[in-house]
């Protein structure tokens, strides 16, 4: 079935980074898996997008997809598209995917400690970004790698570039690895649980951190997280992930103000700040937990979980549809909830609210 032609960004123009029915497939000895199953996402110039579900929903794998950094031999790109800049990015040649990377998409994982060297002081990881982006010279690769500890502002940054990995805390091995990121001056930086290895302090700094480049450099931010406060803090636009599909995006306001998807208020549900109705009652975690991809249900991959499953739910698989009147809110589910209120056991979307 077809997909509705744009998500999110600017319909008018080229998005930053446009990603369009993108089918990730896993060829295991146990069989064949499609984790990411056909999702599409956007993220224009200057603007963070959120994508945000639960663990084993396939938000890393979609993230390798993009950059070209999928599992090999068994991981592959096996349908839909990635377009960057009006590029495509699907099916390039390991070379040209080596160039987009770090030039003109950043990224950033989870563990500062994995993603450095621990034999080489930092300093010298950074020259070596700077070097690998661009033909500088020595000295303007270290005065280059200084100004950019400097702007993710790391501490003595001059001093600080002798030292080793270990020597630094966790928040500032991140600041390293963002300079890492930012060396070739990329226009989108994709952060995939930047700071779920920091403690809360060092997060909101990391976080502060990431908004305030974004704004300074005017890049994309695709933010890749499973909590919700974070995106609220973060967001322009969110886009939710449940088992492999995208089941609603809209911007953070409409989403925070009005979710659609059962499982997106179940997500708002647990967050504590939003329950002050029901101050003293347990938090709601959602019961059950996210189908792994070999072991999908029919129709919805939400409804085992949703208390507003239908026998429609079993039977067909929800496609993306927009909610106007914001033609950027779409939700994929047969009873969506309407405005502040408890969703319809009847139809989808009903026709008055389609116009
Ligand atoms: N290398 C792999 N081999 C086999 N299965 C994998 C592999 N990588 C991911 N998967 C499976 O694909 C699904 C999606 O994984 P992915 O890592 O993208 O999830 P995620 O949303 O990033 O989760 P988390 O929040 O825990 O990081 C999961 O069911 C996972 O078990
Ligand atoms: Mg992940």
Known sequence: ???????????????????????????????????????????????????????GCGKSLAALA??????????SISDGSVRFRGAELAGESEARLRKVRGREIGLIFQEPQSALNPVIKVGAQVMEAV??????????????????????????PEERMHAYPHELSGGMRQRVCIAIALAGDPRLLIADEPTT????????????????????????????????????????RVAVMYAGRIVETGSVTELFAAPRHPYT??????????????????????????PSPD??????????????????????????????????????CHHPFRRGSEPRGDAAIDEKERE
């Open 1 to 55: 079935m077809p997909l509705p032609s744009t998500i999110g960004a600017d319909s008018t123009a080229t998005p930053l980074l446009a990603v369009r029915s993108l089918q990730v497939t896993l060829t295991l000895p146990d069989g064949t898996i499609r984790p990411v199953d056909h999702i599409d996402l956007a993220v224009d110039e200057g603007e963070t997008l959120c994508l945000v579900g639960e663990s």
């Open 66 to 75: 993009i950059l070209g950094l999928l599992p090999r031999p068994y991981g």
């Open 197 to 236: 290895a920091l403690d809360v302090t060092v997060q909101a700094q990391i976080l502060g951190l990431l908004a305030d480049l974004r704004c300074k450099r005017g890049m994309g931010l695709l933010l890749i997280t499973h909590d919700l406060a974070l995106v609220a803090q973060m967001a322009d």
């Open 295 to 332: 072991k999908l249900p029919s129709g919805c991959r939400f409804r085992d979980r949703c208390a507003w499953a239908t026998a429609k739910c079993a039977a067909v698989d929800p496609e993306p549809t927009p909610i106007p009147p914001a033609s950027e809110h779409l939700v994929a």
């Open 131 to 156: 070097r690998a982006h661009g033909g500088s010279s020595r000295a303007e690769a270290r005065a280059k790698a200084r100004a950019l500890l400097a702007e993710v502002g790391l501490p003595a």
């Open 265 to 290: 208020r179940g997500l708002l549900d647990s967050l504590p700040d939003r329950r002050t109705d029901r101050a003293g009652e347990p938090l709601r975690a959602i019961a059950g937990t996210v």
